[in-house]
């Protein structure tokens, strides 16, 4: 089994990277945050290189002029972290990785999510030196970034009957059989936050630790399964990647897979209720008004979700197997809105 990413959970990290990173090194952030970390650094530090961009053309062309440099910090959410990625990559450097929130995990993760003209792709290939999760710059970003990211860990709960079914069904991908040991693994790190929630909610050491610990698992699971997406993702992240398309908005990602969560383990049949009660004492803000979007795109993002996924080649899921009825759409808003 191949191992996540080192993991340093403390206080007062940021102090401490001028003694022991490659000098000069290279900080890449977020222009709002450097403010107020700006001070941990010393002269050793290039750049910064303020994240204005996901282009990946952009991308090029920012790499091609930055300075020298020895090694690279990514200081940030998800944005800084993937871009702090591609510059390691493309310039074979050391990286140090500083997530600033637990919002997603980007941090853990090896392929950095940069665009295509506007398309999401996940390109490169970077291992961390380490990842320091620092409790005190956690806790202080805005809590809603903290809570939502157990969005990424909740999707196992429908992910994992995508699986089931579609093996079940005879649907399933050839390369991707089913794989009872790859579903126990990642059942660890969903009980692990559903232990926790109420710490996660609280945003307190002890949640920091256990969201990390799950999230860190999450991030490196792709690659360390082969590059099989199965145990980990499925119709939650596909509503998800409609209600984007269909939107064209920004989103905290965690918000909306987890009403992915919601939405698909009611199609499912899935125990809604209770995966619902788990994020509701977590407190990760699912309902449409939350993230700016309405009903109606919710709605419009169900109806097209099955032609959605086979346009995409997306993988076997509840979404090809139920039928998605106008009948269905106003039950599960009337239990979402109770
Ligand atoms: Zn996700």
Redesign the pocket.
């Known amino acids: 089994m191949a191992e996540p990413f080192q993991t340093v959970y403390g206080r007062g990290l940021l102090a401490e990277f001028k003694t022991f990173v490659h000098r000069p090194y290279l900080v890449v952030t977020m222009e709002d945050l450097w403010s107020h970390f700006a001070a941990e650094f010393d002269d050793g530090a290039v750049g910064p290189m303020f994240v204005s961009t996901l282009e990946r053309s952009e991308l090029e062309q920012l790499v091609a002029a930055l300075p020298d440099c020895e090694s690279v910090i990514g200081l940030g959410g998800g944005q800084a972290l993937d871009v702090a990625k591609y510059v390691a990559w493309k310039r074979r450097l050391p990286l140090f990785q500083v997530p600033t929130a637990m919002s997603?995990?980007a941090a853990w993760g090896h392929r950095a999510a940069v665009r295509f003209e506007g398309v999401v792709r996940y390109v490169g290939f970077a291992v961390p030196e380490a990842v320091y999760v620092d409790y005190d710059v956690v806790q202080s970003a805005p809590i809603e970034l903290n809570r939502s990211g157990v969005?990424?860990v909740l999707?196992y709960w429908t992910a994992h009957w995508d699986w089931k079914m579609a093996a079940q069904a005879g649907r399933v991908e050839g390369r991707w059989p089913y794989n009872a040991d790859l579903v126990a693994e990642a059942r660890l790190a969903l009980d692990r936050v559903i232990e926790h929630a109420d710490d996660i909610h609280a945003v307190s050491d002890r949640g920091i630790r256990a969201l990390s610990e799950s999230l860190r698992w999450g991030g490196a699971a792709f690659h360390n399964a082969g590059w099989n997406p199965r145990h980990?993702?499925g119709a939650e992240?596909f509503f998800?990647y409609n209600l984007e398309y269909i939107t064209g908005k920004h989103f905290l990602?965690?918000q909306p897979?987890t009403l992915g969560v919601l939405l698909m383990s009611h199609l499912q049949d899935n125990q809604p209720d209770a995966i619902r009660e788990i994020a509701d004492r977590i407190g990760v803000a699912y309902l449409p008004e939350d993230m700016g979007v309405t009903w109606d795109d919710v709605e419009e993002a169900l109806r097209t979700l099955k032609a959605f996924a086979e346009r995409a080649g997306l993988w076997y899921s509840v979404a090809n197997e139920r039928p998605i009825t106008e009948s269905w759409i106003a039950g599960v808003g009337d239990w979402l809105r109770a």
Do not use: A, L, P, S
């Open positions: 997603v995990n969005g990424d999707c980990i993702e992240h998800f990602h965690g897979v």
